[in-house]
Nanobody, 130 residues
Framework: QVQLVESGGGLVQAGDSLRLSCAAS????????IGWFRQAPGKEREREFVSAINWARGSSVSADSVKGRFTISRDNAKNTVYLQMNSLKVEDTAVYYC?????????????????????WGQGTQVTVSS
């Protein structure tokens, strides 16, 4: 089992920044990719991939829609993954979730489908006003 708890969401204006945190606990995280997804208003059945990081190696990948604006990172000592979000846009408004994808093979393979992820946090709301 992996437990994930997100924090850091809030209401900001377009152009502002926010940093989301995902505190992880449980099994050895070195065999997981940790990803961020978001679910926009009116899209309750769709969780959009945002970014993911390989816990062991620190390599990462991001969606084109956030490249250059969002940065994912991790702090091994704190067992926490961060999503630094800069230059926020109204269309970034969503509930943001972090999730864990078990990757025991050692190869760094990032999956972008929400169904591939085994554990999820409860989500944190990000609202960007114009």
């Amino acid at each position: 089992q992996v437990q994930l708890v997100e924090s850091g969401g809030g209401l900001v204006q377009a152009g502002d920044s926010l940093r989301l945190s995902c505190a992880a606990s449980g099994r050895t995280l070195s065999t997981y990719n940790i990803g961020w997804f978001r679910q926009a208003p009116g899209k309750e059945r769709e969780r959009e991939f945002v970014s993911a990081i390989n816990w062991a190696r620190g390599s990462s990948v991001s969606a084109d829609s956030v490249k250059g604006r969002f940065t994912i990172s991790r702090d091994n000592a704190k067992n926490t993954v961060y999503l630094q979000m800069n230059s926020l846009k109204v269309e970034d408004t969503a509930v943001y979730y972090c999730a864990a994808d078990y990757t025991p093979s050692g190869a760094v393979v990032f999956r972008r489908a929400a169904t591939s992820y085994d554990y999820w946090g409860q989500g944190t709301q990000v609202t960007v006003s114009s």
